[in-house]
T-cell receptor
Framework: NAGVTQTPKFRVLKTGQSMTLLCAQD?????MYWYRQDPGMGLRLIHY???????AKGEVPDGYNVSRLKKQNFLLGLESAAPSQTSVYFC??????????????FGPGTRLTVL | AQSVTQLGSHVSVSEGALVLLRCNYS??????LFWYVQYPNQGLQLLLK????ATLVKGINGFEAEFKKSETSFHLTKPSAHMSDAAEYFC???????????????WGLGTSLAVNP
């Protein structure tokens, strides 16, 4: 099993450009998450999904959109990139409802720079 | 609401010395608690978890943590630090224990561990 994979690993954008980050998991997990990691700020949840076709806002959703059309994929979109979105983005997944605890499994990250 | 506080954003130890990384939580319900490790330029991986079975939890790479309800703590320890332990460590608490209500983890800000030769 590959676990959680993220595409691309690195990307440089100009202000105003758009892009989509792809997260894929092969563990049949229900829950999926997008985080951003910035120095001194830990992990901040952008959006998450508790099942195919569902999405919900996290603590820093502005400027991002997501879609979960297939259970195994969770896409994060930036419609008009801003320098403040320069960050490392992590995707994670978890088993889902019916489990008393949901440890999260992380992808390797995408390093995004917006100029 | 749950919250997590990691005391000390940077900890430095000598190789062979005791590692102690502190985590305190607040929770209105019995918590599930996690420690994750992030090596440079990598994603996070689970180090260990407390799920209400044993209060002393053993994890990978010789780490362990003890759940102390009276102190609302879940400190991470390792008897003898190794150079390869240099990493960022994150403590997290589950959002809830009810099935369907445990969707998110509440994260601490992380502690960067440096190991000096």
């Amino acid at each position: 099993n590959a676990g959680v994979t993220q595409t691309p690993k690195f990307r440089v954008l100009k202000t105003g450009q758009s892009m989509t980050l792809l997260c894929a998991q092969d563990m049949n997990h229900e829950y999926m998450y997008w985080y951003r990691q910035d120095p001194g700020m830990g992990l901040r949840l952008i959006h998450y999904s508790v099942g195919e076709g569902t999405t919900a806002k996290g603590e820093v959703p502005d400027g991002y959109n997501v879609s979960r059309l297939k259970k195994q994929n969770f896409l994060l979109g930036l419609e008009s990139a801003a320098p403040s979105q320069t960050s490392v983005y992590f995707c994670a997944s978890a088993l889902g409802a019916g489990w008393s605890y949901n440890e999260q499994f992380f992808g390797p990250g995408t390093r995004l720079t917006v100029l | 609401a749950q919250s997590v506080t990691q005391l000390g954003s940077h900890v430095s130890v000598s190789e062979g010395a005791l590692v102690l990384l502190r985590c305190n939580y607040s929770s209105s319900v019995p918590p599930y608690l996690f420690w994750y490790v992030q090596y440079p330029n990598q994603g996070l991986q689970l180090l260990l978890k407390y799920t209400s079975a044993a209060t002393l939890v053993k994890g990978i790479n010789g780490f362990e943590a003890e759940f102390k309800k009276s102190e609302t703590s879940f400190h991470l320890t390792k008897p003898s630090a190794h150079m390869s332990d240099a990493a960022e460590y994150f403590c997290a608490v589950s959002d809830g224990i009810d099935a369907g209500n445990n969707r998110k983890l509440i994260w601490g800000l992380g502690t960067s561990l440096a190991v000096n030769p």
